[in-house]
């Protein structure tokens, strides 16, 4: 048995190895993602500000680590810096601290239950969520930076596959063993066991926190593993078996809401084209960001998704009509602080007169709205989802390949699983920040285009004319310079841009 602490405290020492023995887009990858699957769920220390658990071991390692071997990318193709650039992104990065500094000096009043006290919130809570908060979009930093080309998004797709294949295996051991790992291995079980009893069998769980997640995992692996189809046409055929590997997997996990989400999905990714994909994400986006507002309003279809539900399998009604109630309560509670939420310490839960919990906080945007207000909510999922409505924006503007459509379909399939249940995950924050990093880079070469269109070389002056010294143009006549004759007008610069467009 190995014990948890001393898993999570040598995987810097095992990062190590990766980043000298990996390119480092590659390095951050597999130090992020395999973190992400292969630590334990508990044990970690706790310090003044800071926490060091599964959660953000694998992000702080994946962070020094890059800035000391930084030297070694010669790519070049990533923006400058850990922060950044656009003002959407920078004023978002900035809301999320300035939220939680704000929560804090909001809940400074004790709450009390019944027998139940709930403690005000200090400075010493606001470094916390801060610390949190920024460890939380660590990996969307590094993406963005070190993940930001074409080659990264698809050298993306191909580690969330290989991760997946080789989890697989796991999962089927778990499925047909039942969840044992994680207690042979580390000693313990991270959830309630009996919510992992499925249909006279067993929903397997592996090193992450619950099944719900594992389920997620699997759901993105294979919309990850699609996207690969439609980008490499001459191995088609082994993408599509990987395809029908995970899904089986994915089967066989008892994750029906994961399984829904991928069935409607797949279709997107195999059918529509790099607009049609940006569109999809872009309103699966639009419409996370406002579901608060749209839930508060009481406007969405939900007796029709019960009466689907009671189609597709009874027993679930009951239980999704148990979010729902739970969902009222949780937001009528979260409507008495609404800018900047209740804070840590169960705050925005609900408890009766005799100080018993009564609420099940399942969602992740329930969540961060009742702890955070709208303030946090904006700030957390507007660097989420932002970065896919720039995408679809400037699609006409941008040279967008597939294969960072494709990442916009999976973040968008993650954000669906936010609502009924906390898939906020690492990989969630990579998918995101390797879509800011794109939209940098974009933004950055066509502002290259335009100055070099912008100014031109004098007409009958050659750069590379033998006769001419380097670097010393030849005097341009007074008849070339004058506007009426200069042959490259606006007109022509932009008939120019137009033609470059087209081919």
Not at 20 to 30: E, F
Request: with cysteine; aromatic share 10%.
């Amino acid at each position: 048995m190995l014990p948890p602490l001393l898993a999570l405290l040598s995987w810097p020492l095992i990062s190590l190895v990766f980043f000298r023995k990996l390119r480092l887009p590659l390095a951050i990858l597999v130090t992020i993602v395999g973190g992400f699957l292969l630590l334990p769920q508990r044990g970690g220390l706790d310090f003044p500000g800071l926490t060091l658990n599964k959660g953000s071991i694998p992000a702080l390692s994946a962070l020094c680590l890059a800035l000391i071997f930084a030297a070694r990318d010669t790519s070049g193709l990533h923006p400058k810096g850990l922060i950044p650039r656009h003002p959407l992104a920078l004023a978002l990065l900035i809301a999320l601290p300035v939220g939680a500094v704000m929560t804090a000096q909001t809940n400074p009043d004790t709450l009390r239950y019944g027998w139940r006290t709930l403690p005000g919130l200090s400075l010493y809570d606001a470094g916390s969520m801060v610390s949190g908060a920024l460890t939380m979009i660590l990996p969307l930093l590094l993406a963005r930076r070190y993940l930001a080309d074409a080659a990264a998004h698809r050298l993306i797709l191909q580690v969330l596959c290989i991760a997946a294949l080789g989890y697989s295996l796991l999962v089927l051991f778990e499925v047909r063993m039942s969840p044992q790992l994680s207690s042979w291995i580390y000693g313990y079980f991270p959830h309630d066991w009996r919510q992992h009893i499925r249909a006279g069998g067993w929903r397997p769980v592996v090193f992450l926190n619950h099944g719900l997640v594992l389920g997620i995992f699997f759901a993105m692996s294979v919309l990850t593993v699609a996207g690969l189809a439609r980008l490499d046409a001459p191995r088609r055929g082994l993408w599509v078996f990987g395809i029908f590997w995970l899904l089986m997997t994915l089967v066989l996990s008892k994750n029906l809401g994961a399984l829904l989400i991928t069935v409607a999905f797949l279709p997107v990714l195999f059918l529509t084209n790099i607009r049609g994909q940006l569109l999809v994400a872009a309103i699966i986006c639009g419409v996370f960001l406002a579901y608060p507002a749209a839930r508060t309003a009481q406007i969405l279809p939900f007796d029709q998704i019960l009466q689907l539900a009671e189609n597709i399998d009874p027993q679930r009604v009951g239980s999704f009509q148990t979010r729902l109630d739970n969902e009222d309560r949780l937001l009528a509670k979260a409507s008495e602080r609404p800018l900047f939420g209740w804070g840590g310490w169960g705050r925005g839960r609900v408890f009766d007169e005799s100080g018993r919990d009564i609420s099940i906080t399942d969602g992740e945007w329930i969540i961060a709205m009742g702890s955070y207000g709208w303030v946090g909510y904006v700030a957390r999922f507007g660097l989420l989802t932002v970065p896919v409505f720039l995408l679809w924006f400037h699609r006409r503007r941008y040279e967008i390949g597939m294969e960072s459509s494709v990442l916009a379909v999976i973040l968008a399939a993650n954000l669906v699983d936010m609502i009924p249940n906390s898939s906020n995950l690492p990989v969630t924050w990579l998918l995101a920040g390797a879509l800011w990093g794109r939209l940098e880079l974009q933004a950055a070469a066509r502002t290259q285009d335009q100055t070099a269109v912008a100014e031109p070389a004098p007409v009958g002056y050659r750069r590379d004319d033998p006769t001419e010294a380097a670097g010393d143009p030849p005097p341009v006549s007074a008849d070339v310079s004058t506007p009426s004759q200069n042959p490259y007008t606006r007109q022509t610069r932009r008939i120019h841009r137009k033609g470059s467009t087209v081919g």
